[in-house]
């Protein structure tokens, strides 16, 4: 993988893990039709060192995972316009990994993170939810091979 250009605005890999563990929505990107890139901004969940994401049966994006497995995945965090520099604050993490679709108990454990991070005062009503319609959807887990964050603050 490629060394960050500006390494003086290198998060911590405890900051960039942070930043991912918090991010509301990320940017999934995949090979797409005809070898365009695809991004899709969606919900996941980041646990144990892995991102997990759910899914329609079929689709653009599944269609670019099942092609090609590797992916790249971005969170914006904070921004700040500073229109008297002419710059931005900001802090981001761009994670690169290996995308699997999931079945089985892994799939109901990647649903529970999801009602974890999405809807914590929910669980118990969130894990029969999982358990009634988890079989309506597909779940990806990606396993992350390389990850850096950014940052000017």
Known sequence: MREMRRNDRQMTQ???????LDGEYGVLAVLGDEDYPYAVP???????GVIYFHSAMEGHKLDGLRRHSKV???VVGDTEVLP????TNYESVI???QAVELEGEEKQIALMALIRKYAPAFLEKGERYVNHSGKDSIVVKVTIDH???K???
């Open 14 to 20: 405890a900051e960039a893990e942070a930043l991912l």
């Open 42 to 48: 969606l919900s996941y969940a980041y646990e144990d």
């Open 72 to 74: 790249s995945f971005s």
């Open 84 to 87: 008297g520099k002419f710059s």
């Open 95 to 97: 994670a690169f990994g």
């Open 147 to 149: 990850m850096t964050g």
């Open 151 to 153: 940052a000017r603050r």
